[in-house]
């Protein structure tokens, strides 16, 4: 008995005994307690802050982003009016059938192919023309690739409004330098083919620079170890630039082909600020999918319509998108086959 009297632990201050811990642990001390509490503050901080810094975004996202895409949708059903937008008609798809059969919708989806086109293919060989070259090491290099991204940085409205002087009829630099050479002042913005050429080459101006970095920071990860050995098989610079350095830029010549048609096929300040206004042209010759889209809400105060317009071009990138998933497969296959 007095050796169970002297193995007991003795009461607390007031007269209750300290609970036993489990397993016969000894109670925490108050040092203890403390460290454990930090560690379990430790534990949700490192689970749960990440969400909490990423959470403005898809906040933004929802608010900004896809609120306005689903009521958009929403609003392609029904037959909506600018100036009673809470006033809607439920006319399910008629405003995307509709779309069938407008001339003026099938023309602006030409323009805007015509101008992608005229501007995505001569853009994207000369950036990776002048990647190449920036790529060799050069004296200034970091001048010149600041300098091309100089027109990126630009804006779009004093881009596009120095290059409508450049085409100026009687005063534009263009028909003076034409000139030169016997030909007559063209009016550019009055012609079909003009106009559109006109428009591509301010987005060629303002995205061959940003096209070019890409395009040089892929090169540079190429292993220098390829262009030695080719180097030592007396293949010429042309040689490896065909046969080392396209097959390596292949992922990434996809990846600015996709993005620069999604681009494309958003085309909107260029040919607003060239013309005098959304029509693009008095026959519009130039009306991108993004000027008619404009129109139809803001002009014609339809947004039914456009909001149907709106949503055909997103199903067009989301066809350009799978495009690009199908084709990064067949080209991720075809590198593993090689590799193998």
């Known amino acids: 008995m007095a050796t169970e009297q002297h193995s007991a632990a003795p009461p607390a201050k007031g007269g209750a005994a300290p609970r036993p811990q489990r397993g016969g642990e000894p109670p925490l001390t108050p040092e203890e307690k403390k460290l454990r509490r930090r560690s ?23 608010a900004f982003g896809l609120f306005p895409l689903l009521f958009t ?27 069938l059969g407008d001339e003026f919708f099938w023309n602006a989806l030409w ?9 995505t293919v001569p853009q994207l060989l000369m950036a990776l023309g002048l990647a190449h070259l920036l790529n060799y090491k050069l004296r200034n290099s970091m001048m010149f690739r600041v300098a091309m991204l100089t027109p990126y940085a630009t804006s779009v409205a004093a881009a596009t409004l120095v290059f409508a002087m450049l085409y100026g009829r009687d005063y534009g630099m263009i028909n003076w330098f034409l000139g030169l050479f016997g030909v007559d002042n063209i009016e550019w913005e009055a012609g079909s083919w003009t106009a559109k050429i006109a428009v591509s080459t301010i987005v060629i101006w303002r995205w061959t620079g940003y096209n070019t970095l890409i395009y040089l920071a892929a090169m540079q990860a190429v292993p220098k170890d390829l262009y030695e050995s080719a180097s030592i098989d007396g293949a010429s610079r042309w040689q490896q630039f065909i046969h080392v350095t396209i097959p390596a830029l292949r992922p990434t010549i996809l990846f600015t082909v996709v993005v620069s048609t999604i681009g494309a096929t958003q085309l909107f300040g260029e040919p607003l600020l060239f013309g005098s206004g959304t029509s693009g042209g008095a026959d519009n010759q130039y009306q991108t999918l993004g000027l008619y889209l404009y129109e139809m809400g803001w002009t014609n105060f339809n947004l039914g319509r456009a909001s149907a317009i709106a949503w055909s071009m997103f199903l067009l990138l989301i066809i350009i998108g799978l495009v690009y998933w199908f084709f990064a497969r067949l080209i991720g296959r075809s590198t593993g086959s090689k590799g193998a």
Do not use: C, Q
């Open 73 to 99: 949708g929403w609003a392609s059903l029904h037959r909506v009016s600018l100036h009673s937008p809470t006033d809607m008609e439920w006319v399910g798809f008629y405003n995307f059938t509709r779309l």
């Open 111 to 119: 323009n805007t192919f015509i101008i992608g086109v005229i501007a």
């Open 40 to 62: 379990l503050r430790y534990r949700l901080d490192t689970k749960f802050s990440p969400y909490g810094f990423i959470a403005p975004f898809f906040l933004f996202f929802a």
